[in-house]
């Protein structure tokens, strides 16, 4: 019999990629979207098709802020192992919408672990997407977190997962569910939304060399992050449900760049020759061009989040190690896979 699996948030950048996966693995595959008037299935649209037809992969309405919703697609299809990757997921936007964001991000997986309880589905797994944004801030002594570490979060973003992080573990030993946390840092790829920093300065830097002439406003350029490959990450959330026993795991590279190395790199392999001016909120970016320097970035302050992170690092010697898995992205294969996808994309649409 072929397994079936549950995807909350599958029309985003883990959800697409976790879909893949799990059809290549000969899953039936059903997802929730929420009711919009505009169609938002770009990333999936390669795999759907038309209801008739399909036979393997299935599209739901449903809402992570209602309980109804979810109970009713849980029961009618009594899924094998759900992957809760469904958030109001930015964190610069949840200090604006704090409320909805933690509906979303917070209740939504309590209201998904109600419906595994209350259903009785004793042998449904459950996998909650949580974040590196748990940690907060950077503690003395320490260069990096792994799963023992102290959580500070420092949004409101964060305070939803740190809710949904712990709601998970206290169902997990209340009630004997087989529900994990998968504790992801950074993960990028060319289907990473534009709004998102490491996508912005992809999509920029490509209509740059097409001939744009805008400028790109940007925050903190001193944050660092730990920044892996999404394809990495969500076969790892895979490997999480494959485990005999339910357990917690950091997903990360070990590895911190900054915003202005990210940047850096970039322009590295699209040989665009760089220069960096000024210091602080009055930190400048130009492109040389022989003698002329042409303007390309500045700061601006209303991108600095009222809380600032300036530090996240992951230690997954624990994952790697147990589910073993080797990395196949690094820092430099991220870059190209994103900046190549956004050119190719950018000269179809001309």
Known sequence: MKKKALITGITGQDGSYLAEYLLKKGYIVHGIKRK????????????????????????????????????????????????????QSHVGHSFEIPEYTSQVTGLGSLRILEA????????????????????????????????KSLMVPKS???????????ITKVYREAYGLFACNGILFNHESPRRGETFVTRKITMFLAK???????????GNLNAKRDWGHAKDYTELQWKILQQSKADDYIIATGKTTSVRDFINECCKYLKIKIIWL?????????????????????????????????YLRGNPKKALKKLNYKLKYNLKDLVKDMLDSDIKRLKKSK
Request: proline share 2%.
């Open 36 to 87: 919009s008037s505009t169609f938002n299935t770009d990333r999936i649209d390669h795999i759907y098709k038309d209801f008739h037809e399909a036979k393997n992969f299935f599209l739901h309405y449903g809402d992570l802020t209602d309980s109804n919703s979810l109970f009713n697609v849980v029961n009618k299809i009594k899924p094998h192992e759900i992957y809760n990757l469904g958030a």
């Open 116 to 147: 595994i309880r209350f259903l009785g589905l004793r042998k449904t797994k459950f996998y909650q997407a949580s974040t590196s944004e748990l940690f907060g801030e950077k503690q003395k002594g320490i260069n990096s977190f792994n799963e």
């Open 156 to 166: 409101p973003y964060g305070v939803s997962k740190l809710y949904s992080y712990w």
């Open 208 to 218: 740059k060399i097409l001939g744009s002439k805008d400028i790109l406003y940007l």
């Open 278 to 310: 000024g210091k602080g909120v009055n930190e400048k970016a130009y492109i040389i061009n022989g003698r002329k320097k042409d303007l390309i970035i500045k700061v601006d302050k209303k991108y600095y989040r009222p809380l600032e992170i300036d």
